[in-house]
Nanobody, 128 residues
């Protein structure tokens, strides 16, 4: 059974840090790209960061560049999103998603309809 399970969300003050994890089961990360999306109340889902399944290529939306870092451990079948200097506008439900792709491009940040598998999300709240 395919599952993506996010963890690590919570409440953090502005300027703080959180580390999200996406645990994958039911398939191997090899050959699959992982994308972190987020959706704030009343807003559209948006791509935050992507990482390829093979060569480790990564993409970030402009608003998180320099603050977020995506990484993967194929042996453990997990993908992490390290988030630093968090801002109130980062508040959202964060989802990880996977799709099979040979060559990852920055389009991964916009292709939420093209994902093969989704997790159920974890809430991140940035507030004082």
């Amino acid at each position: 059974q395919v599952q993506l399970v996010e963890s690590g969300g919570g409440l953090v003050q502005p300027g703080g840090s959180l580390s999200l994890s996406c645990a994958v089961s039911g398939f191997s990360l090899d050959g699959y790209a992982i994308v972190w999306f987020r959706q704030a109340d009343g807003k559209q889902r948006e791509g935050v960061s992507c990482i390829s399944g093979s060569d480790g290529d990564t993409y970030y939306r402009d608003s998180v560049k320099g603050r977020f870092t995506i990484s993967r451990d194929n042996d453990k079948n997990t993908v992490s999103l390290q988030m630093y200097n968090l801002k109130p506008e980062d508040t959202a439900v964060y989802y990880c998603a996977a799709f099979a792709v040979e060559t990852l491009t920055s389009f991964c940040l916009y292709d939420y309809l093209g994902m093969d598998y989704w997790g159920k999300g974890t809430l991140v709240t940035v507030s004082s």
